[in-house]
């Protein structure tokens, strides 16, 4: 059917395209709008990410991406051209010449987003793709996913806050075994945080069952156990957190974005339903079209040809809306979506600050419940052994508690810097955004406009000779097509026979006083035609 064809296929498939279409619209198709526009991330384009490979190793099945990092020596036009973009490569001056290329799956990236994120508290990680549970071998998908791979490694190593970060080196340099063992050292080292800074509850959990002596044994017995009391925890201090003079400035910044979440999804929908928009045209021009072909070959001769041309003319339109369509997806469609994903990266970003707020609050807590129980201690006989060794749990407390703090402060003012620099940067994108999206509207538009002001001259010519042939024939029908036309008002009366006598007449004819007889035998059935009545005879005047 029809109903199937892809319009796009008539921009592509040469086959496909109508002999009538007309070529002279056909520039707006090599136009810069409609292409792939250079992102600001592109200006770290010696981070690549190729040449997926799939591996099947029984059950696990999963694919592989090659990273290869090869920063230029000193290039003068790479540098001039990142500080143009007002973009600093901060990692390509302190990294000059040093190539590497590594493998690298899903999960590696994904090990890089949760290190960044913890080494680097409070930055706007730029965000991952998501996983995917059916299709994520398809070609399709495969490509996708290494684009956007590609486009989260050049914005890390772009990123003011996160291209010095220690995770960053060990994911673009590191071999597989020595990978490996950062991989499972960091692991370790999230078992040990969580008994030394974020799970202070754990030590107080083991103190308070062995009466203070746990306090020389920081190591997690019941991983889940702490985790249920760093939970509880944190919603028990929520109410009685810690306060800095900048809480008013926060938020102000949390309903800020909020409502900018709000109405850039609401923007992104509008966004998406206008490049359906331009797809339903597409196709409907495509449809159109082949349905004034199938017209035109019908009809043939003068009227077919026209007929064959307003199709042409709608099949090459419906390539330029198939263009416009996906140029608005690129251009329009994904920067929104791409938006409300860093939008959601600030939400992290201001998240993990609370995190810190709440690890340092719940140490200062465990603080002050044990300064008091170990006044209480030294005011009781014989509790000396005790209240040494909740003294020391003290100190180790509050050296924790320093650390928490100087990881509050340092987090907060980070979280600062990196929405002024989100609101500064977001900015002069969006302004971008919308400024190429109404330039490719004007385009199109006129391209639209052009290729149908083509073909109003074609179809008010007086004759097209489809076969090709000129000549008298030719020229006397064109001079018959621009005569003018009779009509019922300038007709003149046809030359009706003379009269014949009533006795001529057959019995069965009726007879009117008024109205001429005419013999039967001079009317032939075959060249009848309307009779128009004179409008001198009497009693048919107005």
Sequence with gaps: MASTIDPAMSATNPAAASPASPTAASGAVSSPLLQRRRSPEDAADYVTVSDPVIHADGMNKFTSFRVDCRPPLNDPSTTAATVANNTVDVFLQNNPGQYSSVLRRYSD??????????EKAGAIVPPLPEKQAVSRFSPEFVEDRRRALEKFLRRVVLHPE??????LLT?????????????NTSKMEDVNSSSNHGGAGSESMMSGSLGGAGAFNLAPKNKAGIKKWFSEAKTTFSGDLVT????????????????????MKRVSNQASGLVRKSKEIANGLFEFGLAFHQLGQSEGEELGAKLQLVGGTADHLSSMAA??????????????????RIIFAVKLALNRRQDKRVSYTALLHEIQT?????????????????????????????????VAQEEYAECSQRVLREVDRFKREKAEEMKLVVLEFIKLEIEV??????????????????SIDVRGGGGVNAGQH????????????NMPPPQLPPPVPSSAMPASQPMYSNVPAVPVSAVDPMSSSIQYRDNNLPGMGL
């Design 109 to 118: 990236f994904l090990w890089l987003y949760e290190r960044l994120h913890k």
């Design 162 to 167: 996160l291209w010095a970060a220690e995770c």
């Design 171 to 183: 994911f673009l340099r590191a071999d597989d075994v020595s990978f490996q063992h950062a991989k």
């Design 244 to 263: 800095s003079p900048d809480d008013d400035l926060f938020d102000e910044i949390e309903r800020y974005v909020e409502a900018l979440a709000i109405q």
């Design 323 to 340: 263009q416009q369509a996906e140029a608005e997806f690129r251009r329009l469609e994904e920067p929104f979506k791409d938006y409300i």
């Design 370 to 402: 044990r300064e008091v129980n170990l006044n209480r201690l030294r005011m009781t006989p014989g509790g000396e052994a005790k209240a040494y060794s909740t003294e020391m749990s003290l100190q180790r407390y509050q050296a924790a508690a320093n």
């Design 445 to 462: 538009n006129r391209n639209m406009e052009r290729a149908w002001g083509e073909l109003v001259p074609k179809l008010e010519e007086g």
């Design 478 to 489: 064109q001079h018959q097509q621009h005569a003018p036309q009779p009509t019922v008002v």
